[in-house]
């Protein structure tokens, strides 16, 4: 474990533990466990955090069950972001009392994550909170509102912009989905939803939706190589057939940006879009994006990608005991929006 030179906050080296949410194997099988883990256990690192939130994700679902072959060291505790205070640092351009933000890399998967009331991690992988975000706004975007951030910038990059005609958002009321429809709202864009859900068609449109339309449709395998020219872009959180879809009814020269895989990670098309329409799939992945770039998009969240509802919507805030239902609820595909996780309730 890194040592840390302490310049602290209040008096850290009286914490002794911090109260989290594990996942392993034990005598019995595998667990899931709320325990007080010592702090010298957190793992290496040269900042440690009082966290103040951390998001739910299909991630940390996945890395809750035995078969979802995302965790890497056990026991783990989870959760792929947080956010919240600095209370120790080794590093002189990282002091004491800064808010920060923490997502991807190996948080949540071979080091331990944010469902926990404190966290030991690398500064290398934190990002100061900008301003016009708070722990719990931040964590209101979190990784899944990261994954979308990068998904219309990297649209916009290729050519997107407002006034192009209707973008696709797919899985709509997943956390990348939800976060992707503010966003395209407030950058003026004529948002499409996606989504079998209809009793969240009105949420959907209170949050920047134009038009939905259902999931049957944009799911739907076809036997045609090319359909009727739709899409200015596209925002797929989902993969499989519906990825398929988007590929074949993309307008000339238009993009999709790709980054889930509830639907299955592979799917059916043919060269047909790529050469006869020139079309473009994006492929979008938030968990390796260089410290740098990270930082910028997140100045970008905290501005113009920043949507309308972030500050006057409430959040479902639950404690480390409620965790176990709300991971296993995600995984059922039935968690609406974001639900974050106060380690301290």
């Not at 079998?196 to 134009?210: D, H, Y």
Request: net charge neutral.
């Amino acid at each position: 474990m890194t040592k840390i030179n302490s310049q602290s906050a209040g008096d850290p080296s009286k914490i002794s533990s911090s109260r989290a949410f594990t996942v392993g194997k034990t005598d019995s099988g595998w667990a899931r466990r709320v325990v007080d883990m010592p702090i010298d256990q957190l793992g290496d690192g040269d900042t440690l955090i009082k966290v103040a939130y951390s998001g739910i994700n299909f991630k940390d679902g996945l890395a809750s069950t035995e078969t979802g072959r995302i965790a890497r060291i056990d026991p783990l505790i989870g959760g792929v972001d947080l956010a919240g205070t600095v209370v120790e640092s080794s590093n002189a351009n990282l002091k004491v009392g800064t808010s920060v933000i923490g997502h991807g890399y190996d948080i949540g998967v071979s080091h331990h994550g944010g469902f926990s009331q404190f966290a030991r991690l690398q500064s290398s992988w934190l990002v100061p909170m900008p301003a016009g975000l708070d722990s719990r706004t931040a964590m209101m975007i979190g990784t899944a509102g990261f994954t979308a951030a990068l998904s219309i910038d990297a649209l916009e990059k290729a050519g997107l912009k407002p006034g192009s005609g209707p973008v696709l958002v797919t899985g709509a009321t997943g956390g990348v989905g939800s976060v992707a429809v503010g966003m395209l709202a407030v950058r003026g864009y004529e948002v499409v939803a996606s989504t079998g859900k209809p009793e969240n068609v009105e949420w959907l449109k209170q949050i920047g939706a134009s038009e939905i339309i259902d999931r049957a449709e944009t799911s739907a395998e076809s036997p045609k190589p090319l359909e009727r020219e739709r899409w200015a872009g596209g925002v797929d959180c989902v993969g499989g057939a519906t990825l398929a879809y988007i590929l074949r009814t993309l307008r000339y020269g238009c993009s999709v940006a790709a980054s889930g895989l509830t639907g299955g990670s592979g799917f059916s098309t043919t060269v047909m879009p790529f050469i006869l329409r020139g079309v473009n799939l994006l492929g979008i992945d938030s968990v390796q994006t260089p410290i740098e770039p990270r930082k910028a998009m997140w100045q970008r969240i905290a501005t113009d990608l920043k949507p309308t509802w972030l500050e006057t919507r409430s959040a479902e805030i639950i404690s480390l005991d409620d965790l176990g239902a709300q991971l296993d609820k995600i995984l059922a595909g039935k968690m609406r929006g974001r639900v974050l996780v106060d380690p301290h309730l």
